[in-house]
């Protein structure tokens, strides 16, 4: 039996909570690399929240998945075939392969990764794209001031723990938001910010407001919804909100009505959407930051890793409950 | 009987919809100038929505009134008596007097007005403290590019009909929102706007996807609520949102929540609120653009004058409600 190459594809659009069955898995014959190609084998497979939007009927800025293709994603994957100078048999890159065991590339896109001096599956996570978008969205429109406080929620999450330990580096006061005493105690202990604010607890209002005795002046926005809404009342004038994701909104039919917004106003607060890959300039520079901080113990992180391809719909579907802990990873290849 | 000073004070801090009863009219005598002080005579008393917030225990961004203290106001004010080298008697002065007849000034804040090139009331409006947020908050941070679709909310009022002819004098398609049938009309035949809607009526989010073909790029902000959720949709990618008020919120008891935030994350918005008093150094030049669009007749504006300082109460809980027809003023002298 030739080796074949396994595929999640869409099965469906979600409508709410994404379910395992909006996912199929697939055999697909093996492809050959021939014309400038390569041929990829996935190794580390990114679980990310963005994800779900492109499940969607209307996509929100990228093209969106059409019923039956391979859901996308950024992978660690190891070159087994190359008819592409670039690249050799052997070389470790990170790739958009997406949901499947192998893929075939024209080299675009592909960078080549050193796995000795950062793990590979850390060029998913703090020193890959989450990392970068945590070193973009808090350093190019937060802009952190040395004893200023930054909140930022899902913190213990792959984005939101660079955010509060690059800040913590910059001299700020760090308050996280996370779900559960686990997530809570692990973002203090382990990564060391200052607070973090279990959401799930009761008082989230009064907690934060004991955090934060100085008001915040950057909120680094992944949630959305009731977080929100309580940083927006303590706001400093001329605080900067990069809103990064709002994941309490992704799977909801009914979305949380925002009542703080006038906030705005009064305290000239500016509220920035962003993507990091509208900003690929910056790419080199925060990799090489981040890699740094990495490699000196500056920045922490933690994974949860499933084993298994097959295994990644349940794992994605948990992601939007809180189930992982830290950056959420899929082995594919051993 | 010697002349008096008439003078409006806050009577009790409002509940939700500020009532006439907030506010309490008193006689107190008439000061002199000394001292470098000028003794100025209130020609007419500018009424501004931000002028809520100043009434609330907790102020905004600004010293907020204290129980019996006099009203905060912009005003065109003449000088009757001065100890100051820099004015004479006769002079008129754009000043901060306060709802009252006469005030004193050391001069501070004070700027002299040509009447002849413009009259008085513009002063307050077109030409004034309003004009200037109209410019910056649509130039400085919704930066309109010719072709780009223009949303301003309020677009009959003071601000929102300078942004929009602004908008159009930089070829954009303008598209107001305003509350009747009888501003609308007002907003596209005199003011020049390509369509207006009215809020009031059934269905704008169809009739704001009707006028907005080509979706919005910027919105400048003066009301929130439903209009801001209708707004949120319909964002193109890069979309601005200038907030320079929330006026729906300012009486409410329990605000509206905004569900299309989300929005923020897809299209990279940016939501920024401002206050135009943070940005003296730009006046000059938004006051002379505007007074020459004014004189050129590419500015126009419809001004509501209530004739008497003791009905400002009065006219005041009617802003919250739409009752006025453009710029508010209140006639006190002459």
Redesign the interface.
């Known amino acids: 039996m030739p080796e074949m190459n396994t595929q999640i594809v869409l099965a469906s659009r979600p409508q709410g909570w994404v379910k395992e069955s909006d996912f199929r898995i697939q055999q697909a014959p093996l492809p050959a690399a021939s014309g400038g190609q390569v041929l990829l084998k996935t190794l580390y497979l990114s679980l990310d929240p963005y994800m779900r939007?492109r499940m969607n009927e209307v996509?929100?800025?990228a093209a969106n998945v059409q019923i039956g293709e391979v859901m996308v994603g950024e992978t660690i994957s190891e070159v087994v075939e190359s008819s592409n100078p670039g690249f050799q048999p052997g070389d470790t890159v990170s790739a958009r392969a997406g949901w499947q065991s192998y893929a075939l590339s024209d080299g675009t896109g592909l960078r080549k990764v050193d796995t000795r001096r950062v793990p590979a599956t850390a060029h998913l996570g703090a020193v890959g794209m989450p990392g970068v978008t945590a070193w973009y969205g808090l350093l190019k429109i937060g802009g952190p001031k040395e004893g200023e406080t930054v909140v930022v929620s899902a913190a213990s999450g792959a984005v939101g723990g660079v955010v509060g330990q690059i800040a913590k580096l910059k001299g700020c006061r760090v308050v996280g938001v996370a779900g559960g005493a686990a997530k809570c105690d692990y973002v203090v202990k382990e990564l060391g910010f200052d607070a973090c604010i279990d959401h799930r607890a009761e008082g989230l209002v009064k907690a934060l407001a004991a955090a934060t005795p100085k008001g915040i002046d950057v909120y680094f926005e992944n949630v959305?919804g009731a977080v929100?809404d309580a940083v927006l009342a303590r706001c400093n004038?001329f605080a900067r909100i990069p809103?990064?994701?709002?994941i309490a909104?992704?799977n909801a039919t009914d979305?949380?009505?925002?009542?703080?917004?006038?906030?705005?106003?009064?305290?000239?607060?500016?509220?920035?959407?962003?993507?990091v890959s509208?900003h690929m300039g910056i790419w080199p520079e925060a990799l090489g930051q981040l890699a740094q901080w990495v490699g000196e113990g500056k920045i922490k992180y933690r994974e949860t890793v499933v084993p298994g391809l097959e295994n990644a719909p349940n794992a994605f579907v948990g992601l939007f409950k809180g189930e992982n802990f830290g950056k959420l990873v899929v082995k594919v290849h051993g």
């Open positions: 939007g996509a929100s800025y959305g929100l004038p809103v990064c994701g709002m909104d992704y979305r949380y009505g925002v009542k703080n917004l006038i906030s705005a106003v009064g305290n000239r607060l500016k509220f920035q959407g962003f993507i509208d």
